[in-house]
Every structure is written in structure tokens, then in C-alpha cells.
């Protein structure tokens, strides 16, 4: 069971990375493109990327029988 907590703290991390920097790109993409170099979409889409993140991981810690999809089995 400690693995498998191992595992989904390993998933919520590089997935709130991912959706971070995903969201602070875009962001950059659109001051740069759509509002003359303003920061604040910078700063929105990087803390809705960490707030997306945020939630997926709370959903997986709030679901412990849940792997994958798949329902594990008590034994």
C-alpha cells in the first residue's frame, strides 16, 4: 500500500508540473501575442495550471481503491 502511495505522489507532482508549466506557457504565448506584454495572464494561466493540478491530485488521494481505473480488490 505505501508503493501505491509512493506512486500517486509521484503522479500528482509531474502531473502538477506539467499542467503548471503548460499553463505558464500559454500564458506567455498570449501576453506577448494578444496584451502587449502584460503579466497577468502569465500569472492566470500558470495558477490555473496549478490549480488543475491541485484538484486531479485531490480526486486520486480521495479515491484510495481506485488504480488506474481499475478497482482493487479486497483480499
Known amino acids: 500500500m505505501a ?5 500517486k505522489w509521484d503522479r500528482c507532482l509531474a502531473d502538477t508540473a506539467v499542467k503548471t508549466v503548460t499553463g505558464l506557457g500559454v500564458g ?3 501576453s506577448v501575442l494578444f ?9 492566470l494561466g500558470s495558477g490555473l495550471g496549478l490549480g488543475m493540478g491541485y484538484a486531479n491530485c485531490q480526486h486520486d488521494f480521495r479515491s ?9 480488490k479486497d483480499q
Do not use: A, N, Q
Not at 496584451?35 to 500569472?43: A, L
Open 3 to 7: 508503493d501505491e502511495h509512493g506512486r
Open 28 to 30: 506567455i504565448m498570449f
Open 35 to 43: 496584451f502587449k506584454r502584460r503579466t497577468w495572464p502569465v500569472s
Open 64 to 72: 484510495p481503491y481506485l488504480i488506474h481505473g481499475r478497482v482493487v
